[in-house]
């Protein structure tokens, strides 16, 4: 029996093993059906998501694209207008030149004819000057080579009297065209030398690609900008300015070095204090040097050799100065050659005059300002870095704060005026400049028999219009006179002004 037992709990065991094996067969496949259920479900879930994520996307794209698309077919259109003007211009001066190349050829044939009809007149001409030669020799019984011989001798006495009394007139005339004389000297210095004017002011503007980039430049609470202010010395004004920043100082050196900072921290991407100061001081080399290799570039172009490095630095450091709105380094060039052009003419050293003209506004550059005027303080560092005594005169003396010793210091002073004086050098209000114009044109008109003035060459030139009817050929040269003195007298301008009257009669009729 006990055995009997044990086989059947042994069964009785397998039975429910195998049972309970089947059973959890079954659950776990049910369970897994659910989870497959509800993995489909979310991966369907997903999908779609996913999808109306991409469509969004894609609607976005399609958006943005179109919109380019619309603004290249604008510009494009613009573009294709542009060219069209210019093709109907071209045809109109295509036209203009057939018409101009007829009429040349006509003029051209006329020409011809009127040569022709020259010729034979001449031929004829010279006949008959041969036959009354024949008829002259004939009846006074002279050759003539013996009247022309006769014929000289009484013009050299006669010449020899006249010339005795001509001597003092001209000795006379000599004195008082001495000054019309240095007029020529300095009008023709200064139309062999041309220069551009640069003009500077107190802001720049730094262009960037896109509004964002105004967000990182000012940092988290402001502590990006805070820190190139401080580095730079400038301020940087951040405002609704469509991709621009704006740069304010009066230190044309700091705006650069802020404006090329700004460049490399932008290009770079990373923009934090420690960066920053780390390229402003890069920076600050590299406007160093470029400033030495400035002075360089300058004495090279000009001829000059030997100066100091410290005189060199301070002429590279010009570039970056302005007296009166007016570049200091173009106007310390423009000096330079003024003053070369008119030692030359004056038979004096045109490359010591060049030298004087280039180093005689150092003194506006000093690393520290000085108490003392600035022709004064160039001297002493011209005469510090071992120049010559007559360039440092010269320097010294363009302002007449000091004796001139030598021919240089006029030429400079001279030269200097000229430069900071012609128009258009220096800053000059806008409203001010047409105010100008128009008190020259009604100051004009206000003179009887006047028509019409125009104020043109920046100011330079007044021309005015007369009544054919009301003024004479004489009076002309009277009202021109008259109107420069009433100008000189009532008015402040650079310069000079020239005042051509204009007078002429025109003879209309018409063929019907």
């Known amino acids: 029996m006990d055995a009997l037992t044990i086989v059947i709990a042994l069964v009785c065991l397998i039975v429910g093993l195998a049972l309970g094996y089947i059973l959890f067969r079954f659950v776990i496949k049910q369970k897994y059906q659910e989870m497959m259920k509800e993995a489909e479900t979310k991966a369907e879930n997903i999908k779609k998501d996913k999808l109306l994520e991409v469509k969004e996307k894609f609607l976005n794209k399609k958006s943005e694209l179109e919109k380019e698309v619309a603004q290249r077919n604008q510009k494009l259109q613009q573009h294709e207008n542009k060219l069209k003007q210019r093709e109907l211009s071209l045809t109109q001066r295509h036209e203009e030149l057939q018409k101009k190349k007829a009429e040349n050829d006509t003029l051209k044939a006329n020409l011809e004819k009127q040569i022709q009809s020259y010729n034979s007149k001449k031929g004829e001409l010279d006949k008959m000057v041969a036959q009354e030669r024949t008829k002259l020799e004939t009846i006074s019984g002279l050759t003539a080579e013996e009247a022309k011989n006769q014929l000289v001798e009484s013009m050299k006495d006669e010449a020899r009297t006249n010339a005795m009394q001509y001597i003092n007139e001209i000795v006379d005339d000599a004195k008082m065209t001495a000054t019309k004389e240095a007029k020529r000297i300095v009008i023709q210095s200064i139309q062999r030398v041309a220069t551009e004017t ?94 030495i290799e400035t002075g360089k570039r300058t004495a090279i172009d000009l001829g000059i050799h030997g100066l100091h490095p410290e005189l060199i630095r301070m002429i590279g450091k010009m570039k970056y100065r302005s007296s009166y709105g007016q570049n200091l380094l173009q106007h310390s060039r423009e000096t330079a050659n003024l003053c070369a052009v008119m030692a030359s003419e004056l038979g004096l050293n045109p490359k010591k005059a060049r030298r004087a003209g280039l180093l005689h506004d150092i003194g506006k550059v000093p690393d520290e300002e000085p108490e003392m005027p600035h022709a004064t303080y160039g001297a002493k560092l011209a005469e510090k870095f071992k120049e010559k005594p007559d360039i440092v005169n010269a320097i010294a003396a363009h302002h007449d704060e000091t004796e001139m010793t030598t021919l240089l210091a006029p030429i400079v002073q001279v030269c200097d005026a000229i430069s900071g004086a012609r128009p258009g050098a220096r800053r000059e209000i806008v409203e001010a400049y047409i105010k100008r114009l128009n008190d020259l044109e009604q100051l004009a008109l206000s003179y009887p028999g006047v028509t019409k003035t125009y104020a043109i060459q920046a100011g330079r030139e007044l021309r005015v219009i007369v009544g054919a009817d009301k003024i004479s050929d004489a009076e002309t040269e009277t009202l021109s006179a008259e109107i420069a003195k009433k100008i000189q007298d009532e008015m402040t301008y650079p310069g000079q002004v020239k005042i051509t009257v204009i007078r002429e009669t025109r003879a209309i009729s018409f063929a019907k």
């Not at 304010?248 to 490399?264: G, K, M, N, T, Y």
């Open 198 to 291: 640069a003009i500077e002011n107190s802001v720049s503007v730094f262009h960037i690609d896109s509004d964002e980039v105004k967000g990182r430049v000012i940092g988290r609470e402001g502590r990006n900008i805070r820190a190139l202010e401080a580095a730079t010395g400038v301020e940087i004004v951040v405002d609704d300015t469509p991709e621009a920043i704006v740069i304010s100082a009066f230190d044309p050196v700091r705006r650069e070095i802020c404006r090329l900072a700004l460049h490399q921290l932008v290009a770079d991407g990373r923009i934090h204090p420690a960066r920053i100061e780390e390229v402003v001081a890069k920076v600050k080399k590299q406007v160093e040097e470029e400033i």
